[in-house]
């Protein structure tokens, strides 16, 4: 399996994978294509991975409904969306794949039907090249896409390649093989273009289109019950499929040391059968987007999927999260069953592993202390609910520095007082020993500090590897966090110590205003149900500002005299994430520098919700992304 799951490296299915986002932007008005069976009636039962449109030229009709598309049509964006435009256009001229050249001069996409689905059976063991299939309509501009492809086989054969012509159930057949086993084979059936590495796959694919009985994906029941458990198919509606048993399948038959049966049978994923779901974009009122999955499970949940099941309660927030927070996480996970059921776990591996889960964190004290355990004398004083909370702290007026982005965890407990006892030896005696500063008292709540950079030394002062000595994204040193820590009558909460301080603040009555009275909040909850598993809300506004602005400040950055591309190490770095993102993976085609003021598109970002929910038989999820008012 490992040699026939691996990097697509066929130039022809790259660039209809990669060409999506362009597609929906640039991509011509559609006429209709002609009829074919669901994709999942052409692909074999073994199929592993599916991704299908049925009607692409409705999802790009849906998709200009959407702030996305609304906000690159914006006459304020024209700068930045033309620079783009020309760089595509010298990148496409420039560029020594004439493949590429060919594909994009021909400006054609497909009008219905578009699918690409990966088999494994056992022809798959030996492939060289990963079986996909690529299953394409073109309607009207088929004789385009029957030109482009000619074009592009017969600069393949002048570099050597040898094409072969084969009639298959009346169906001319071209396979173009370069090497003794790398090869593509394709045909063109109608106003559809069908393309797989694999002939034995793309003849299977015919055969179905023609009317042959075989099984197929749409005959598996565990297909069926997946995407049946989200919702009926829609015109437009992009699918996603996942066949996890054929995965775990196809993984024993290769197993001849019985690893794979060990690691699967241990981490109780024998009976997860698949993932599945729909995403449907500018469907909803307005062009809002939204889409559903479902995992799916046969019999009781075991192993690490007993261990993340969710209780569905109703969705509470604390009242120490302010209406500042820009996002915020909520799971609703039984900490002592999760921590149990961890130690099944490892115990399958080996018992020693699971052994460590109960050893002392402290040993027994001078005085005849008993030993401090993490699960006695701290998990055990936990509950059920963990809450993830998001702000961008942002700078006085004037300020020169940029926005921060704060992050709070909070772990719900049963009993104050015995768990602050133990995290407060814990504190004095291995996180903070010897110093007394690093507790301080605020309106009857204790603040423990951390010094991260005695976790993570190549942070704060002393000595550093030149490594370590990576410079901030001012040039100077980088400045280890303000980490910390305190325990309220309801929570654990952890995070930077002023984010800390002021939940503190919120829990004493201070004037910050609970995330209930937030605007985007009570948009967001509203959309989801009331009884939920897991619940993720955002205000995408205060999220696209931050994002917005700090991609604009890399570009100043670099007309400085500094790279724009440059990586600084410190963690509070606002820059950190974008660089690694897009400077270092070469996107000099987007000009930030061109964006217009954040303001000119907070018009376009609204709210987005998202939820998750155990059942009997997996776990279903669902998100939103609800336009602005």
Known sequence: MKDAIRTIRSPFCLIVLCASVFV??????SLSAAELPKSAKLVPPETIVMVNIDNFSQLRTQFEKTPLYKLYKDPAMKPFVDDVKAKWQEMKQKSENEMLRIIADANVWPKGRAAIALVLDERAKDANEPPVVLITQWGENIDKVKDAVNKIVEKAVEKGARREAEDYRGVNTIRITQGPSKGLSYCFIDDCLIGSMSPDVLKFVIAQVKGAGSPTLGDDGDYNATLGAIAPAAEGQINFYVNIKQIIKAALAEDTEGKAKTLINNLGLANVTSFGGSVDV???????????????????KKGVCKMLEVESVALRMPQFVSASSSSVSVFNLNIKKAYAELGVILNNFSPQMAAMLYMPLLPPGPQGEPPLQLKADVVDHLGSQIVLVQSIKKPSSGAAASAEPQTLVAIAIDNRNALEKSLSTLHDKLIAPGNPDAKRQLLGHTIYSVDVSGFLPFLGAGQRTPMQALP???GGVPKAPSAAFTVTDTHLILGGESA??????????GQAESIDSAKWFAKAKSSIPSVVGLAGLQDNAASGEFFWSTVRQMKKKGEGGKPGGEIGMSVNSDTLVPQMILSQAGFDVFDFGLLPEFEAARKYFGVSSSYGISRPDGFFFEFKYLNPD
């Open 282 to 300: 500018g469907r909803g009122p307005g062009g809002e987007t939204s889409g559903k999955a479902f995992l799916k499970i046969d019999g009781d």
């Open 472 to 474: 901030g994204p001012d």
């Open 500 to 509: 800390v301080e002021q939940a503190i603040r919120a829990l004493g009555g």
């Open 24 to 29: 929906l932007l640039f991509a011509p008005a």
